[in-house]
Structure formats: structure tokens, C-alpha cells
């Protein structure tokens, strides 16, 4: 039986989604703003099955805390797995062209 995962998007996550919108609606628009939104949305609840199987970013997990990421076109869900707890946490959304050392600072 495939376990399933609580999914709990943290306030930086939040925000950082809500300034991905923002951006949009002032450069593009807000048909494409909610559109990207819904999508990040989307991939978000799918981490509720197998979030493991998702890619872990070595540059800044640690021992004890492993960092994966799920994409979303060029948009990255970074997040860590809770096993004990069945949860999944969603630390931050960002745009896949962003400097990774931003990444590295964020975390470290």
C-alpha cells in the first residue's frame, strides 16, 4: 500500500508564491499568473504520494535535514520529507533561473 503524506506549505513558501504571482501579473498578466499558480499548486498536492522519489538537492541538504526539489516548468518546490510524521513540508518556491548560490545562502 502506498503511504500518503500531509503536505504543508510553510510561510516562506507562501510568500515566495505570492511574489512569483505579483511578478506575473505586472510583466505578463493575470491569466497567466493564476495559471502558473494553480500549476505549482498542483505539483504541490502530488507530493502528498512517494515525495522521495524527487530529486535531492545536494547543495544544501545536510545530515539532517535532506532538501529534494519537484518542478514545475522552470518553477522549483523545494522541501524536506518528515517520515515519522508523514509529512511533507514546502520550504520555499522558486524560479529554476534564480542564482543557486541565493539557494545556498537561503539554507545555510
Do not use: C
Amino acid at each position: 500500500m502506498v503511504k500518503t503524506y500531509r503536505v504543508v506549505l510553510l510561510p516562506q513558501a507562501r510568500e515566495s508564491l505570492k511574489q512569483i504571482s505579483a511578478y506575473l501579473r505586472r510583466t505578463a498578466s493575470d491569466k497567466v499568473a493564476k495559471k502558473v499558480r494553480k500549476n505549482v499548486m498542483e505539483a504541490v498536492k502530488k507530493l502528498s504520494v512517494m515525495p522521495n522519489a524527487h530529486e535531492k538537492i545536494e547543495a544544501i541538504s545536510t545530515e539532517q535535514i535532506v532538501y529534494r526539489r519537484a518542478l514545475q516548468w522552470s518553477y522549483r518546490i523545494i522541501f524536506t520529507v518528515e517520515e515519522e510524521e508523514l509529512r511533507v513540508l514546502v520550504v520555499d518556491i522558486d524560479h529554476g533561473a534564480e542564482d543557486p548560490q541565493k539557494l545556498i545562502d537561503k539554507f545555510s
